[in-house]
Every structure is written in structure tokens, then in C-alpha cells.
């Protein structure tokens, strides 16, 4: 590819819109143009509006002089415009850029369940994309919106998809273990999180079973029908840095044996690790033998921190098979969820 595509980031200097500059500064396909955030940081440099805190990439992406510019399609506009706003920012702001006609990936959840807007995680529910003919027609804009899920959603429906796409998933009981940075920055107050659990997270349980009931939806004339699997959440907020751990225990149809489950994950190959999608992890799911892992610590930045991990597949006495998940929450729970989004739909000719 010889001309890049223009993108911008929106609210670039929070903790998931610095993944995105790291991620897009070095991208193969996609050229950043702007960086934008709220009043506050605009018109001073990157490196002045906010607190790097992105590991092991150079500070500020080579970008720290960079002008931040607000927030509008007047001074951010790009055909490709990354999204990690707050949600309150995100309802007014993305529809005004998509109105303009950008394709915009969004983080926030403003408009995950809204019926005519993709909930994608390309490895899932990529024919999900057909939902944008009728977000045009109904709403008239030149662009488009396409959300990636809540983070702990992404790490949950990766582990789902093979098993539903295999044997169909009825039943979800999932405890979560969530890092602090889910919570932007500076985030969780240090003296709530350090050495405690904090066993709620406004929002997110619920968010996480509608949001997995959509992923895992089929589409058919025009709309999503939700699945019909039970999913029930249990959030909390533990002293870890990066990396949401999640508890499984499951109900599959036909009660498959731990042989055939561990098969249909490890076996698992979608389109996009199929097209060598740069941001693809190669493959998705790494399952475990080691009876401690999947750890944080050790394994959340695999595959630049896409890869989502399985480990300690046994079997549960109340639902039948158990595991424990792990993923990164600002990569494949965010920006690198979004960049591969924008990735899928540009090899399949969607995006430009
Ligand atoms: N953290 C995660 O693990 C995670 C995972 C998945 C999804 N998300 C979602 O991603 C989004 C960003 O989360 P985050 O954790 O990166 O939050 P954050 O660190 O608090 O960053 C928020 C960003 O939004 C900008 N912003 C806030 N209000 C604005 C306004 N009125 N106009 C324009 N820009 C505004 C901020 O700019 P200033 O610096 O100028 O204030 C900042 O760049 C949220 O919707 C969140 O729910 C987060």
C-alpha cells in the first residue's frame, strides 16, 4: 500500500486514545493526522495535555509536540476517526463526525446497543457489518459508527465464540478480576484499590450481558436477534495494573467432554488472523497447560496485547466445564479492538 489512509484519534490523551497514537504512529495503513480532545487540552502540545503511560513505546509516540485540536469535525475531520471518548462526549461528538462522513471507531458505549450499530469483534460476529446499509438508511449519514464491546465483553466473547460456533452456549456464569487502568486515568483512587477488591463497577454488569447476547447474535433480515444463552456477571475491581482475568463456568449443549472443548479452542482460526490483519494476533486464543496460568503480570501484552489467553480448563459440578480467561483491557479490550475493526472492514473494501 503506498498512500496511507488519514485518521484521527479523539480523546487522544486519556489512557485507551494514547494505545491509539502508539498503535497508529507506526501504522502500515493508516496515516495519524490529528489528535483531539476536550477544551482543556486543545491548542496546547501532546506531551503537555497529557501523562504518558503507554510501556516500552517512545514517549508520546515521537508526537509530543504535536498541537492537540478540540474535538470537532472543523479541526479533527479524517475519513477514519478512532474514538476514546467518554460516553457522554461520545454521544454528542461521533454522530457529529459520521454526519460529516467518517467511519468512526468507537470505545465508548453510547451507542454499543443501539440496533443499527455494529458491537464487533472481528473474530466473532464480522457479518455483523451488514448492520452499516441500514445505519445509512436509517439515519442518513455519508459515515458510519462501529463500536468495539465493553472490555471485559471482548476477552468474555472471544472465549465464547468457538464454543458457540462448535456446540452453542447456554449458560455463562462469569466472575471478573478487573485491572485499574479499565478505569481510565488517574482512575481508581490508589487507596480504594491497593491491597483491596472493590466488588462493583457502576454499569458494568449489565453492560456485559447485553453486550455478549448481541455479540453472539445472528443476523438476519436487517437486525441482530440477541442469542438466547443466560449470562449472568460478577465485576470486580483488583489491584492489577493492565489486564482483566475473568472465571468462566459454562453450560454447553450436548455437554461436550473437556477433550472436545479444549479442541474447539485451541482449533479456533477467524477471518481475521485468515487475512494476516496487521493488528491480528496470530492465533487469538492461547490455551494453557501450566496450572497457574494465565497470569497478568506474565502474559497480558502477547501478541501486543491481542491475544486472549485460556487456562485452567476443568471441569464445573454446576455448569460442566470451567476456565479462566485473561486479555488486555486497552488493547484487545479497546484500541487495538478498534484499529482491528478498522483493519477488517479495510481488506474487505468497507471502510474508504
Ligand atoms: N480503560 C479501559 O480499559 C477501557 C476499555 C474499553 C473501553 N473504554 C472506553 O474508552 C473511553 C475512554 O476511556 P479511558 O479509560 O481512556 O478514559 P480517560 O483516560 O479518562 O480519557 C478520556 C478522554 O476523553 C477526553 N474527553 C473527556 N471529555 C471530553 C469532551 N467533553 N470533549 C472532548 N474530549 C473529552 C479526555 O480529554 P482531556 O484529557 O482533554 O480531558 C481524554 O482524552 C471511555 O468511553 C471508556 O468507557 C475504556
Given at each position: 500500500?503506498?498512500?496511507?489512509?488519514?485518521?484521527?484519534?479523539?480523546?487522544?490523551?486519556?489512557?485507551?486514545?494514547?494505545?491509539?497514537?502508539?498503535?497508529?504512529?507506526?501504522?502500515?495503513?493508516?496515516?495519524?493526522?490529528?489528535?483531539?480532545?476536550?477544551?482543556?487540552?486543545?491548542?496546547?502540545?501532546?506531551?503537555?495535555?497529557?501523562?504518558?503511560?503507554?510501556?516500552?513505546?517512545?514517549?508520546?509516540?515521537?508526537?509530543?509536540?504535536?498541537?492537540?485540536v478540540?474535538?470537532?469535525?472543523?479541526?479533527?475531520?479524517?475519513?477514519?476517526?478512532?474514538?476514546?471518548?467518554?460516553?457522554?462526549?461520545?454521544?454528542?461528538?461521533?454522530?457529529?463526525?459520521?454526519?460529516?462522513?467518517?467511519?468512526?471507531?468507537?470505545?465508548?458505549?453510547?451507542?454499543?446497543?443501539?440496533?443499527?450499530?455494529?458491537?464487533?469483534?472481528p473474530?466473532?460476529?464480522?457479518?455483523?457489518?451488514?448492520?452499516?446499509?441500514?445505519?445509512?438508511?436509517?439515519?442518513?449519514?455519508?459515515?458510519?459508527?462501529?463500536?468495539?464491546?465493553?472490555?471485559?465483553?471482548?476477552?468474555?466473547?472471544?472465549?465464547?465464540?468457538?464454543?458457540?460456533?462448535?456446540?452453542?452456549?447456554?449458560?455463562?456464569?462469569?466472575?471478573?478480576?478487573?485491572?485499574?487502568?479499565?478505569?481510565?486515568?488517574?482512575?481508581?483512587?490508589?487507596?480504594?484499590?491497593?491491597?483491596?477488591?472493590?466488588?462493583?463497577?457502576?454499569?458494568?454488569?449489565?453492560?456485559?450481558?447485553?453486550?455478549?447476547?448481541?455479540?453472539?447474535?445472528?443476523?438476519?433480515?436487517?437486525?441482530?436477534?440477541?442469542?438466547?444463552?443466560?449470562?449472568?456477571?460478577?465485576?470486580?475491581?483488583?489491584?492489577?495494573?493492565?489486564?482483566?482475568?475473568?472465571?468462566?463456568?459454562?453450560r454447553?449443549?450436548?455437554?461436550?467432554?473437556?477433550?472436545?472443548?479444549s479442541?474447539?479452542?485451541?482449533?479456533?482460526?477467524?477471518?481475521?488472523?485468515?487475512?494476516?490483519?496487521?493488528?491480528?494476533?496470530?492465533?487469538?486464543?492461547?490455551?494453557?497447560?501450566?496450572?497457574?496460568?494465565?497470569?497478568p503480570?506474565?502474559?497480558?501484552?502477547?501478541?501486543?496485547?491481542?491475544?486472549?489467553?485460556?487456562?485452567?480448563?476443568?471441569?464445573c459440578?454446576?455448569?460442566?466445564?470451567?476456565?479462566?480467561?485473561?486479555?488486555?483491557n486497552?488493547?484487545?479490550?479497546?484500541?487495538?479492538?478498534?484499529?482491528?475493526?478498522?483493519?477488517?472492514?479495510?481488506?474487505?473494501?468497507?471502510?474508504?
Amino acid at each position: 500500500m503506498t498512500t496511507r489512509i488519514p485518521v484521527s484519534v479523539l480523546g487522544a490523551t486519556g489512557v485507551v486514545g494514547q494505545r491509539f497514537v502508539a498503535r497508529l504512529a507506526a501504522h502500515p495503513w493508516f496515516e495519524l493526522t490529528h489528535l483531539a480532545a476536550s477544551e482543556r487540552s486543545a491548542g496546547r502540545s501532546y506531551e503537555e495535555a497529557c501523562t504518558w503511560r503507554v510501556p516500552g513505546s517512545p514517549a508520546y509516540a515521537g508526537l509530543g509536540r504535536r498541537a492537540v485540536v478540540e474535538c470537532t469535525p472543523e479541526s479533527a475531520f479524517a475519513p477514519v476517526v478512532f474514538s476514546a471518548l467518554d460516553t457522554a462526549a461520545a454521544a454528542e461528538l461521533e454522530p457529529q463526525f459520521a454526519r460529516a462522513g467518517a467511519v468512526v471507531f468507537s470505545n465508548a458505549s453510547a451507542f454499543r446497543m443501539e440496533e443499527d450499530v455494529p458491537l464487533l469483534v472481528p473474530e466473532v460476529n464480522a457479518e455483523h457489518l451488514r448492520l452499516l446499509d441500514v445505519q445509512r438508511a436509517r439515519r442518513g449519514w455519508r459515515g458510519a459508527i462501529v463500536c468495539n464491546p465493553n472490555c471485559t465483553t471482548a476477552v468474555l466473547v472471544s472465549v465464547l465464540a468457538p464454543l458457540e460456533r462448535r456446540f452453542g452456549v447456554e449458560a455463562v456464569l462469569m466472575a471478573s478480576f478487573q485491572a485499574a487502568s479499565g478505569a481510565g486515568y488517574p482512575g481508581v483512587p490508589s487507596l480504594d484499590v491497593l491491597g483491596n477488591v472493590v466488588p462493583f463497577i457502576r454499569g458494568e454488569e449489565p453492560k456485559v450481558e447485553a453486550e455478549t447476547r448481541k455479540l453472539l447474535g445472528r443476523y438476519e433480515s436487517g437486525a441482530v436477534a440477541p442469542a438466547e444463552c443466560v449470562v449472568s456477571a460478577h465485576c470486580q475491581r483488583v489491584p492489577v495494573v493492565d489486564g482483566h482475568g475473568e472465571a468462566l463456568s459454562l453450560r454447553l449443549r450436548g455437554a461436550p467432554s473437556l477433550e472436545d472443548v479444549s479442541r474447539a479452542l485451541r482449533e479456533w482460526r477467524a477471518e481475521p488472523q485468515e487475512l494476516g490483519l496487521p493488528t491480528a494476533p496470530q492465533p487469538a486464543l492461547l490455551l494453557h497447560s501450566a496450572e497457574d496460568r494465565p497470569q497478568p503480570r506474565l502474559d497480558v501484552d502477547v501478541g501486543g496485547g491481542m491475544a486472549v489467553h485460556v487456562g485452567r480448563l476443568r471441569a464445573c459440578p454446576v455448569l460442566g466445564v470451567k476456565l479462566f480467561a485473561l486479555g488486555h483491557n486497552l488493547e484487545r479490550g479497546a484500541a487495538g479492538a478498534s484499529v482491528l475493526n478498522a483493519e477488517l472492514m479495510y481488506a474487505r473494501g468497507q471502510l474508504v
